[in-house]
């Protein structure tokens, strides 16, 4: 089941690479088993959507779950599901949505295991009301090296349970997961645009939103001076009537081979800029399919692509919301003044409810993502830059995101980082895990 000769695994930023042993389990007996095997370090491994090295293990074993992808039992009167830790998202939307439920957090793609949107206790567009996907956790199974396979859950071994919960999958290899869906009466969305003029305008609209559902803005990255935060804010909700129909399977367009590296220069990204922001904005909101409205980019491919074969990086990180006005504004004028901006800049606003995880990113207050093309050591240093700004600023970065955060900048956004170590499997270990605390494993 193991391969004795390794092989080389990728992140979806393509910038962490590590070579591993890899197995793909087709039953929760062969993972079990592979858990205990343990001559070296292990680490399951979902669709490797993480952008950074938090899903790689070099020199260790990675678990792939892929084929751990059932539905262990299903009470379609209440919207309680327990599913094996490799059905995606997506797959669970595909069943769950004709019975007229939704899954009640889901981040910018589906194609994320439900075993990996534990680990990293991901956030999506409705943070504001309903959380992470944390809060929605009933029970999870663990399968431990000691060959114990305990259940866990905000009431049974509650500690357990939030070291797991954004926990980077080292307490245990998750088996399966138990969540509430949420009831809805279509799979269509009610959505509109608004257009911001400056960067006081996204927190004005994201003030005059609580009610909508779903909330997030694109930012122009190289706007500069009174035009500092120009850029469209999106909010949708579900649809109170209208068909239950699953996102089509089929993605609309493919990136074959990596893209030149000139495709993504400063000029190439102020057209798209330019142009994406003449969109229409304002009326009525219009219904559109929820695959259109929370997963635009898994419309195309391998997108990753799209960044060439050096690969690229994202910041994600949170400030806290007294923070944020000024934190932002230096974060983007960053970005502008050093001409490294991206097609794909995000702003969101956090919501009070509390992350279930030790390890939980969110927070409330203000989050900002963008990707940066890896130009080298200019990309770092801007990284780096903007990193001092959230940590001055009280904040912390994504680890599901990271490829470059320090031991230190790593301590000082998680400073209980200590209680999840205290509950780790001491047979599972992550490139990440090994970069942030000095472990040797």
């Known amino acids: 089941m193991i391969d004795p000769a390794g092989t080389a695994t990728t992140s979806w930023g393509r910038v962490s690479r590590a070579r591993s042993r890899v197995a793909e389990p087709a039953h929760l007996d062969d993972l079990a088993r592979a858990v205990r095997a343990g001559d070296a370090p292990v680490l399951a491994h979902g669709m490797g959507r993480s952008y950074g090295d938090v899903c790689l293990n070099g020199g260790g074993h990675l678990l792939r779950t892929g084929r751990l992808d059932r539905i262990v039992a299903a009470d379609w009167s209440t919207g309680v599901v327990r599913a094996e830790a490799g059905l995606t998202i997506g797959g669970l939307l595909s069943v769950c949505v004709p019975r007229g439920w939704f899954v009640p957090v889901t981040p910018g793609t589906k194609f994320v295991t439900l075993g990996g949107a534990v680990a990293n206790d991901v956030h999506g567009k409705n943070h504001h009301g309903m959380g992470t996907f944390g809060c929605h956790v009933r029970a999870l199974g663990l399968l431990r090296?000691?060959?114990?396979?305990?259940?866990?859950?905000?009431?049974?071994?509650?500690?357990?349970?939030?070291?797991?919960?954004?926990?980077?999958?080292?307490?245990?290899?998750?088996?399966?997961?138990?969540?509430?869906?949420?009831?809805?009466?279509?799979?269509?969305?009610?959505?509109?645009?608004?257009?911001?003029?400056?960067?006081?305008?996204?927190?004005?609209?994201?003030?005059?939103?609580?009610?909508?559902?779903?909330?997030?803005?694109?930012?122009?990255?190289?706007?500069?001076?009174?035009?500092?935060?120009?850029?469209?804010?999106?909010?949708?909700?579900?649809?109170?009537?209208?068909?239950?129909?699953?996102?089509?399977?089929?993605?609309?367009?493919?990136?074959?081979?990596?893209?030149?590296?000139?495709?993504?220069?400063?000029?190439?990204?102020?057209?798209?800029?330019a142009a994406y922001s003449r969109q229409p904005a304002g009326g009525e909101p219009a219904r559109v399919p929820y695959g259109k409205f929370l997963y635009p980019l898994d419309g195309i491919t391998d997108w990753n692509r799209l960044y060439g074969g050096r690969g690229f990086f994202q910041h994600q990180s949170v400030v806290p919301t007294a923070a944020a006005p000024r934190a932002l504004q230096k974060l983007?004028?960053?970005?502008?003044?050093e001409g490294q901006g991206s097609f794909l800049v995000v702003l969101?606003?956090?919501?009070?409810?509390?992350?279930?995880?030790?390890?939980?990113?969110?927070?409330?207050?203000?989050?900002?993502?963008?990707?940066?093309?890896?130009?080298?050591?200019?990309?770092?240093?801007?990284?780096?830059?903007?990193?001092?700004v959230v940590l001055a600023a009280g904040g912390r970065l994504y680890p599901a995101k990271d490829a470059t955060m320090t031991a230190e900048q790593f301590r000082a956004g998680f400073p209980r980082w200590r209680e999840v170590e205290s509950y780790r499997d001491p047979a599972l270990s992550s490139d990440f895990w090994r970069r942030v605390t000095g472990d040797p494993a």
Not at 332 to 337: G, H, K
Not at 360 to 373: C, H, I, K, M, V
């Open 145 to 273: 090296s000691d060959g114990e396979t305990v259940e866990v859950g905000p009431e049974e071994r509650p500690h357990l349970f939030a070291a797991t919960v954004g926990g980077l999958g080292l307490t245990g290899v998750i088996a399966w997961v138990e969540i509430q869906l949420q009831p809805v009466r279509s799979s269509d969305f009610k959505a509109q645009t608004l257009r911001l003029q400056d960067l006081d305008g996204f927190f004005r609209a994201a003030e005059d939103s609580q009610d909508w559902p779903y909330t997030v803005a694109w930012v122009d990255c190289l706007a500069a001076g009174r035009r500092l935060g120009r850029g469209l804010f999106n909010r949708g909700r579900h649809a109170p009537d209208g068909p239950l129909l699953p996102h089509a399977d089929r993605a609309r367009l493919k990136v074959p081979r990596d893209a030149p590296s000139a495709l993504l220069g400063p000029l190439t990204v102020r057209l798209f800029n």
């Open 332 to 337: 983007l004028e960053l970005t502008s003044s």
């Open 348 to 388: 969101k606003m956090f919501g009070p409810r509390p992350s279930p995880g030790i390890l939980s990113f969110p927070r409330e207050g203000a989050t900002f993502a963008l990707d940066l093309p890896n130009r080298g050591p200019d990309t770092l240093r801007l990284l780096h830059r903007m990193a001092e």
